[in-house]
């Protein structure tokens, strides 16, 4: 048996919010610190992964929330936002660094597609930092296209991210 087949995605639940916190802090810092400004990456950490913005989100019916289990432990999440109806983001993806590559990130994104098929969604939609290549690589191996470009604004920062769309047809 091999680590990935041990995965299992599931929806996330209150109690999974210092999991959620922990594998956050873990992966932002590994994925983003040499391409993002570190203050950056604290008001995401701080904003984003609030105790009480996490388990508020729970209740937010344009929410799909998700965490990769392996055994016990939570070693990664995943957000989908419906907004406005009918168009589907995914939000966040994150697997902690000592689990990516063995097919976790690929349990989560497969339970963000099926949340987007049964919101009627005619893509996925993902935000990402310009400078994640590897991510972007990922998406792309997985039939995402580059859309445009947005950027994210948390306080008074903002960055532009490199948007790409996966088609879902019917
Ligand atoms: C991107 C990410 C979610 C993919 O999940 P994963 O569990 O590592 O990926 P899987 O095991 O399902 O897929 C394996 C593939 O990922 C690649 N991979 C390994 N480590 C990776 C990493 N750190 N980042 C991106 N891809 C990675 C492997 O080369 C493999 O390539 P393949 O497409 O030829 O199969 C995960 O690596 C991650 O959390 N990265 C850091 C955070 C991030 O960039 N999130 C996306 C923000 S928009």
Do not use: M
């Not at 950056?40 to 388990?55: E, P, S």
């Not at 729970?58 to 995943?78: P, T």
């Not at 990922?138 to 991210?161: A, D, E, K, M």
């Amino acid at each position: 048996v091999t680590r990935a087949e041990r995965v299992r995605v599931r929806e996330r639940r209150a109690s999974d919010t210092r999991a959620v916190r922990a594998v956050a802090r873990a992966t932002w810092r590994a994925t983003y610190e040499r391409l993002v400004p570190a203050r950056f990456i604290r008001a995401v950490l701080r904003g984003g992964y609030d105790r009480r913005r996490l388990a508020e989100g729970l209740l937010q019916a344009r929410r799909d929330a998700f965490v990769a289990q392996c055994g016990d432990e939570v070693v990664g999440y995943a957000d989908v936002i419906e907004e406005p109806p009918g168009r589907v983001e995914l939000t966040r993806i994150y697997v902690r660094p000592d689990r990516q590559g063995t097919g976790v990130g690929a349990a989560l994104l497969h339970a963000c597609v099926a949340a987007a098929r049964r919101r009627r969604a005619v893509a996925l939609e993902v935000g990402v930092e310009p400078a994640n290549e590897r991510a972007i690589a990922w998406y792309r191996r997985r039939g995402f296209l580059p859309n445009g470009t947005s950027s994210l604004v948390v306080g008074s920062q903002s960055r532009p991210l490199s948007r790409l769309s996966l088609p879902l047809p019917v």
